[in-house]
């Protein structure tokens, strides 16, 4: 039995919890009208009926909790639905979501995402029956990375390369479907990296865990004006956080040589310098230099980037981190894969 506070009564009550579902879906939620009405209709459409539904409102403003509150009045035992009194922030909401989960698959799916067809959690299910145990992650939608030549199965022995050489290859988080007792073994998402703290848990998680890249579309994500990823970053900064979860990821590969760490320094300074520095050129041209500075005061001194003048050099070489990096990142791989691979 889980315990819920009404939001319109501010009195518990309770919802038997189902035990034998196979997936569980965690939505996280804040001011989410209208995209989850479609989250919602795209789940109850689903030929697989054998899930539980958490959902927690982050303290919407704008009319999510009445929506909330129309499926809580459905009174379906599949679903439970929580308010929380104090914005906890996304990382934070799915850190009390992922205690609450109960099947042994989960599956994240955002307010603003919902599920491609009506066949997604049965083939989404499906998908896991024939995987080694050692698979603790599926992320869907990894048609580009695999076309860049990463390998399908991630080996936690050079997970750490490919996410420093790529950044969050779990990409959005409805992407992400894990087994639950990975999920909890890893530990919660660090809310001390509220731009970065999913870079951060899955470069963590894929140390002790598999990663398989699907190129499979069981999952749609929006893009839309309101989601986060357009407006969290408006000062620059992602840029401090992602430098701290980049340094911690570099630190752990296991690269001995010379060229193995000239390679990967070229590498980081077209993936971390390079590419954000022409978007910081762009806003600045806007009359915004924030973002720039941001840039420069965050990527100072970092041992996984080239000293400053050569990281201008490789900027205008690159025009910007777009001209020959894919080629460039597939050797720094191959290279520092031979180096550093372990058992």
């Avoid at 005061?297 to 900027?315: E, G, M, T, W």
Wanted: net charge positive.
């Amino acid at each position: 039995m889980i315990s819920h506070t009404n939001p319109s009564q501010g009195q518990p009550f309770s919802i038997s919890m189902p035990t034998s579902a196979a997936i569980t879906i965690l939505t996280p939620v804040w001011n989410s009208l209208p995209y989850i009405m479609e989250t919602a209709e795209s789940i109850f459409s689903q030929n697989e009926q054998n899930w539980q539904w958490v959902i927690s409102d982050d303290g919407s403003i704008d009319g999510s909790i009445d929506y909330l509150r129309q499926i809580q009045d459905l009174g379906d035992q599949r679903i439970n639905i929580f308010y929380q009194p104090q914005n906890l922030g996304i990382f934070g909401n799915l850190n009390f979501l992922s205690q609450r989960a109960q099947a042994p698959l989960v599956q994240i799916l955002c307010a603003d995402d919902y599920l491609s067809t009506p066949d997604s959690l049965s083939l989404i299910v499906a998908s896991w029956r024939t995987l080694d145990p050692s698979v603790g992650v599926i992320r869907w939608n990894g048609g580009k990375l695999l076309n860049q030549k990463l390998p399908q199965l991630v080996d936690s022995h050079n997970s750490q390369l490919l996410f420093f050489l790529h950044g969050n290859l779990l990409g959005n988080l409805s992407c992400a479907c894990v087994r639950r007792k990975c999920l909890l073994q890893a530990g919660e998402f660090n809310q001390a990296y509220p731009y970065a703290g999913d870079f951060e848990y899955w470069a963590r998680f894929v140390q002790v865990n598999r990663l398989l890249i699907s190129d499979a579309s069981y999952v749609s994500v929006r893009s839309h004006p309101g989601q986060a990823s357009v407006h969290l970053n408006t000062n620059g900064e992602l840029y401090t956080q992602l430098s701290i979860v980049t340094s911690q990821i570099y630190s752990r590969i296991q690269v001995r040589g010379i060229i193995g760490k000239l390679l990967l320094r070229i590498a980081g300074t077209l993936v971390y310098d390079s590419q954000y520095r022409l978007m910081g050129l762009r806003t600045a041209l806007g009359g915004h230099p924030v973002k720039l500075h941001a840039l420069s005061s965050s990527n100072a001194s970092k041992q996984y980037l080239l000293p400053l003048i050569l990281r201008y050099c490789v900027f205008f070489l690159s025009l910007g981190g777009r001209l020959g990096k894919n080629s460039f990142l597939s050797l720094a791989y191959r290279v520092n894969r031979l180096i550093g691979s372990g058992p």
